[in-house]
């Protein structure tokens, strides 16, 4: 007992020290160690979650690969004739399947992008993604006749549009109006050259280029000139050509157009042309000769009353609507599967003007078993 009645303890030698509690020091460091270990075990679960996340999107890309594969096969299967064929799309006709008596068109295509979809389209409907990305994608045909069968499939060639450039200018002197040659034009590709130009031009588009065949050359009232050239690419092309158009402080708008598909030894069927004032110019009829004969459908107008890039002609794709403010022209394109004749189309303008309008038939490569 100690002088005031307590107890006093004493330790023996090994015995456990009792202890009231951590210092400061000892809190802090605790705290900031449980810190780093609670992050790296967020940082474990967050990887592992991510890695099973995408084996199954792996897992479930795979499947949906082979279904997508499994239903073109069995398309393909039923093919009676091909209508394109290249590296990135096949397009092909089959039996009828809705009941309306009629073939049914389908197509298979992927742009070549990495990451871009795989698209189906039936019958011209919107394209569907069956695969919405693809990494490496590639058609490739062989051709066979098997003994005893009477009817085999057959390549229906199918007129391609594939690119164009274009050129503008206006108030110049003695103009000639140069055009670049499309890149990536090969040996045997079709060039077109459409040109819309202010005044009279034809006595000047008469000799406005050698070596170029000159199939529309027409005006309206002086106002307007539409002159249309082509001719079947060779190999090495220069990288463009010059166009006479003259005149004085002449506006004029030109392109240069690219075509595969066609005919290399007699790529033009049928021209028609048309002429007339209209905020809705009319694009005449013309013969067509051969089933999946593409039909183009050409203008030149008086000043710019036009919607830029848009043709307005109704089943059509349009390739160009441009121009400068006393010259503009526009030109679409479609694929007619029947032989006989095109319908007439109309070009959308916001005013009336003076125009010239061309339908070019040009015929597909010949059938090939």
């Avoid at 068109?105 to 695969?131: C, M």
């Avoid at 110019?281 to 030149?300: D, H, N």
């Avoid at 394109?333 to 309008?357: M, N, P, R, W």
Wanted: glycine residues 8%; charged residues 20%; aromatic residues 8%.
């Amino acid at each position: 007992m100690n002088s005031f009645g307590s107890p006093t303890f004493r330790s023996r030698p090994g015995s456990l020290r009792l202890r009231g509690g951590y210092t400061l020091i000892e809190m802090l460091v605790a705290s900031a160690s449980a810190t780093v270990l609670i992050a790296g075990l967020g940082s474990s679960v967050y990887i592992v979650s991510r890695a099973f996340d995408d084996a199954d999107g792996t897992v479930v890309q795979e499947l949906d690969s082979s279904l997508v594969l499994e239903d073109m096969l069995a398309d393909i299967q039923l093919a009676e004739r091909f209508t394109v064929r290249s590296s990135n799309q096949v397009e092909f006709t089959v039996p009828d399947r809705d009941g309306d008596g009629a073939d049914e068109t389908i197509s298979y295509t992927w742009s070549g992008t990495e990451g871009d979809p795989l698209l189906r389209v039936v019958n011209g409907s919107s394209p569907e993604a069956v695969v919405a990305s693809v990494a490496n994608l590639s058609f490739d045909f062989e051709t066979r006749v098997t003994p005893g069968v009477e009817a085999p499939i057959v390549f229906v060639p199918k007129v391609i549009f594939e690119s164009f450039e274009e050129t503008k200018t206006s108030g110049d002197d003695d103009l000639v109006l140069v055009l670049d040659v499309p890149a990536d034009t090969i040996a045997d590709d079709l060039l077109i050259v459409a040109i819309a130009a202010e005044g009279d031009r034809r006595s000047t588009f008469s000799n406005a280029i050698p070596d170029w065949n000159l199939i529309v050359n027409e005006s309206r009232n002086g106002d307007i000139t539409l002159g249309v050239w082509w001719r079947v690419a060779t190999d090495g092309e220069p990288a463009s050509y010059s166009f006479k158009v003259g005149g004085e402080e002449t506006g004029a708008y030109g392109w240069m157009m690219r075509f595969s598909g066609h005919d290399p030894a007699d790529p033009i069927s049928s021209t028609s042309v048309g002429s007339g004032r209209s905020a809705t110019p009319i694009v005449p009829a013309a013969k067509v000769p051969t089933e999946q004969s593409m039909v183009l459908r050409l203008g030149a107008f008086e000043d710019n009353s036009f919607n830029q890039d848009q043709t307005e002609i109704t089943n059509a794709t349009t390739i160009t609507m441009d121009g400068v403010s006393n010259a503009s022209g526009g030109a679409a394109y479609s694929t007619q599967d029947e032989i006989g004749s095109t319908s007439t189309a109309e070009f959308g303008l916001t005013a009336k003007e003076d125009y010239v309008t061309a339908t070019v038939v040009i015929k597909p490569a010949q059938e090939t078993p």
